[in-house]
């Protein structure tokens, strides 16, 4: 697979929720092989503090162009967040993998929490194209913070009640399987890792197919450093890698379990 | 302008090497970059595969970061059967770098490489900070490194780097006791013992507690461990250490390497080692070397300085 790191120049960057920002970017080689699901790393400066790459999910490719979503955290994110349309950021991708969205099933389940849902734009429209039901379960702390954006069949969960249903967005999408039927699903899901762990409980102890996008502290983001390793759920004490693995992982093959 | 160095059969076409565990088995970056470097040096290879230590590995500090990967690696036998043949391939020299927990372990692992002929030299991890039998039990023993080199020397030809740790209080000692059992070079540093806490989960953030830290944060230390290390040895020493510049290279130059590796800053940008190639070449046709050799050590000292440390009756040190 090939990869491309540039320094890109950048066409956008301006919040779109609370705390989070959409940021595009002038890079033709990457928006024509990415794949939904697939990440990048941002190298947000040319200092050596931050010294790491940053990972970003690519939240959809326009054209030439691609677009991010970051949740402003730390010191990577305040550093980008200053940037200008016309400054640029030195950009490292294609990595990892992509979602199984092909396959034997109706109905894409997509299920995201807070930045979780940065990838969720480019596998819906991958998903229409194939023909795919999708339906969208969204959790977020509070309405401020839900990215609803070229997202198709929403259900809004908060933490706090202020928008759609008051509580996990497990319980959410539980309320609604109790509620609908729904045909041949199949899950994607996307955010924290206590969200992940809680939808792969959900998912495996239904038999319902399900992949899962890990994220894991990273150095070099594309399989040298042995950096991110998450457990195989067969064979204890054997790892794979989130960067190169990864990060999309059939729920069947990875725990989250801590020593 | 002569770049290349030679260390005993060992040919190396420039001074930049890339640092073991930072670039893999060769072949992954050299998807996206152009390997023009002096060397790689392997990831470490043990007798057996090893998995690693459970997440989490990495942790970034204030322009470094914490490693715990705790030597995963595929063992000497995938390692020669399913890496080495594209590493063959390369134009560059191949150095394979051995992990162990015991001396046997560590003959048994370069007796099975001695029949691989594209390995050009191997470099002796004694100074692993992440797993209990790692080989720092050796690197922090003036006595134990020397009966590793004493173990391997007899059984081949190839150079034997020895890749020292600056866990110690006098680095120079070890690199005496190795150049004295025969090793052509040593290479410095490996990681500083190191950790970080996440104030909120009030839990370490290395699963190991502590780590190796790396990157231009140590660098200081790492020129400091070469000057020292380098005033008492006549073999080579090869620089290793938050080098992330060609600036920073020529520095660990004068200092006395007379090569480089880089590591963590491959991560950041895998064609530092190149652009470190290209920049140190310039320099020294700006500044009218006929050879890279003509830096190095070539510090100028201030009147009576030396490194402290250093066994010579003179020095002071700075306590
Ligand atoms: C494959 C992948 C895809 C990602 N996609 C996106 C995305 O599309 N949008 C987005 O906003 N973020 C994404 N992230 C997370 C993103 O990389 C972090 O938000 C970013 O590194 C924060 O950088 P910072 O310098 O602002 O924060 P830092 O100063 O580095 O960290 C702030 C806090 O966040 C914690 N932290 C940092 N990185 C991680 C991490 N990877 N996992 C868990 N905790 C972490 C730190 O320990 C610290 O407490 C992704 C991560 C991965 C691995
Ligand atoms: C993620 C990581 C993995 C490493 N793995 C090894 C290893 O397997 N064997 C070894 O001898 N050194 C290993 N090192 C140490 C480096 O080779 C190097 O000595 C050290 O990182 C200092 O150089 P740097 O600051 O340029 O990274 C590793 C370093 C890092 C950051
Ligand atoms: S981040 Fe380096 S191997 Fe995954």
Known sequence: MNKFQREVAITRNEPVARDTYALRVHFPELSAIVEPGQFVTMRVNDTLNPLLRRPYSVSRPIGDECEFLYYVIGKGTRILARKRVGDTVNILGPLGNSFGFNGDYETAVLVGGGIGVAPFPFLTSRLVDHGKKVVTFLGARTAEMVLSDNLVNLQVATDDGTAGFHGTVVDCMDDWFGAHSVAKPKIFSCGPTPMLAAVQSWSLGRGIPCELSLESEMACGFGICQGCPVEHRHAERTYALVCTDGPCFNAEDITFKRP | MKTSLDIGSLHLKNRVLVASGTFGYGTEAATFTDVTLGGIVTKSVSLEPRAGNPPSRIAETASGMLNSIGLANVGVEAFLREKMPPL??????????????????????????????????????????????????????CSATAEVVRALR?????????????????????????????????????????????????????????????????????????????????????????????EDAVEFLLAGASAVQVGTMNFIDPDTGVKITRGMEEYARKTGLDSLDELVGAMVLPEGAS????MKSSSKGHD
């Open chain 2, 88 to 141: 063959r391939e390369l134009d560059t020299a191949i150095i394979a770098n051995i992990a162990a927990s015991s001396v046997n372990e560590y003959l048994e692992v370069m007796k099975r490489m001695e029949d691989e002929p594209g390995i050009d030299a191997y470099e002796i991890n004694v100074s692993c900070p992440n797993v209990k039998d790692g080989g720092l039990q050796f690197g922090t023993s």
């Open chain 2, 154 to 246: 007899p059984h081949t030809r190839r150079p034997l780097i020895i890749k020292l740790t600056p866990n110690v209080t006098r680095i120079s000692e070890f690199a005496l006791a190795c150049q004295e059992e025969g090793a052509d070079a040593v290479s410095m540093i490996n990681t500083l013992v190191g950790m970080s806490i996440n104030i909120y989960t009030r839990k370490p953030k290395l699963s190991t507690v502590t780590g190796g830290l790396s990157g231009p944060a140590i660098k200081p230390v790492a020129l400091a461990k070469v000057f020292e290390a380098s005033q008492v040895v006549s073999i080579p020493v090869i620089g290793i250490g938050g080098i992330a510049s060609w």
């Open chain 2, 307 to 310: 490194a402290p440390g250093i």
